[in-house]
């Protein structure tokens, strides 16, 4: 069995390379995005796994299958950069990652606390050395409404994390889970954006979670809103944020992942000149000038247990396929 993995960081290489030897698996990698210029590293191989930023679009997908690749397997868990229903028409399972959700579900805790307690203005305050309280006043999450959207693995865990600060947790999904009624209760769209102080999102980015948090949808939520984009950025319009935002209806934004940011992400553009008005980056460059909205570079995932986790998947789910004919990794036929 043969191989190929792509946006092979340093932290994964030892872990694939260490599962393919004590398989028995013929490794290529490389720590560059599948894209038209690297698929013919993938010629023989059974098997291809990558992260989210790789380009898995019907003439690299028709490559692969060319190339004999029966499995896609992303590392990540977020699956939609890969034309599932085309690569499946040629034949191929479409897998991704499942690591442990704590890793994002911490991160949401903290940027929640970070922005109610105006973190950014009074790390920038005091670094300048004003030490003054002026526009620092926070708010305890006991005397708020936490709006949670999606309540896949992530969203539960954030749900019951944030069960110990004694807030009103409200969520919603369009599939109910047993275990959140414990600590919040199911709402519609309108009313949880009517009633939350803070809004989390945690849907996956699908035909109709995309640009969810639309100008209509930002205009029904409530003055000072706090919101929190960990999960993909298409969730949200950029227009709609920068609305919310500049009209003080978003009271504190934090994204840890931001709309186009495919091929910026964990790359260095420190030497990049960015000045091309209307480029998704260069709003980002505007929408982070504020000093209530915080942006990290999609790095909420990023812990050693989920890193770890995630290298195991892309090798596992390639080898269980290929030799059991099954994987619990196999992303649902439905989606
Ligand atoms: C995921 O696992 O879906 C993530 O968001 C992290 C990934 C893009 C590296």
Redo the contacts with the bound molecule.
């Keep these: 069995m043969k191989i190929a993995a792509y946006e092979v960081r340093p932290d994964e290489k030892p872990i694939i390379e260490g599962l393919c030897k004590e398989y028995g698996i013929e490794l290529v990698s490389t720590p560059a995005n599948l894209d038209a210029s690297t698929v013919d590293m993938a010629e023989g191989c059974e098997g291809v796994t990558m992260?989210?930023q790789s380009d898995l679009s019907d003439p690299i997908i028709d490559k692969l299958a060319d190339y004999g690749c029966q499995v896609l397997a992303a590392r990540?868990?977020?699956f939609d950069h890969m034309n599932r229903h085309y690569a499946r028409s040629k034949g191929m399972h479409v897998c991704h990652?499942s690591y442990a959700a704590n890793g994002v579900a911490e991160y949401t805790v903290m940027a929640i606390l970070m922005c109610i307690r105006n973190y950014k203005k009074a790390q920038a305050n005091t670094d300048d050395n004003d030490f003054t309280l002026k526009g620092k006043m926070g708010r305890e999450l006991r005397s708020l409404t936490v709006g949670v959207m999606g309540t896949g693995k992530i969203g539960r865990t954030v749900i019951q994390l944030l069960s110990s600060f004694g807030c009103r947790i409200l969520a919603y999904d369009i599939f109910q889970n047993d275990e959140v009624r414990k600590y919040a209760e199911y709402v519609d769209l309108d009313t949880i954006l009517a009633e939350s102080d803070v809004i989390t999102l945690h849907m996956p980015l699908l035909e109709d979670t995309k640009g969810m948090i639309s100008k209509e949808n930002v205009m029904k939520m409530k003055d000072g809103v706090v919101l929190i984009n960990n999960a993909r950025g298409e969730l949200c319009d950029v227009d709609a944020l920068i609305w919310g935002v500049e009209n003080e209806k978003i009271g504190a934004l934090f994204m840890d992942a931001f709309p186009g940011e495919v091929g910026i992400i964990h790359l260095g553009h420190d030497a990049d000149i960015i000045r091309t008005e209307g480029m998704p980056y260069f709003k980002l460059k505007y929408l982070r000038s504020f000093v209530n909205v915080y942006h990290t570079p999609?790095m909420a995932?990023f812990t050693q247990e989920a890193a770890e986790s995630?290298a195991r998947c892309g090798v596992d789910a390639i080898y269980e396929l290929l030799t059991k004919g099954e994987t619990q990794h196999e992303v649902p036929k439905n989606m």
């Design positions: 992260l989210g990540c868990v977020g990652g999609h995932f995630m």
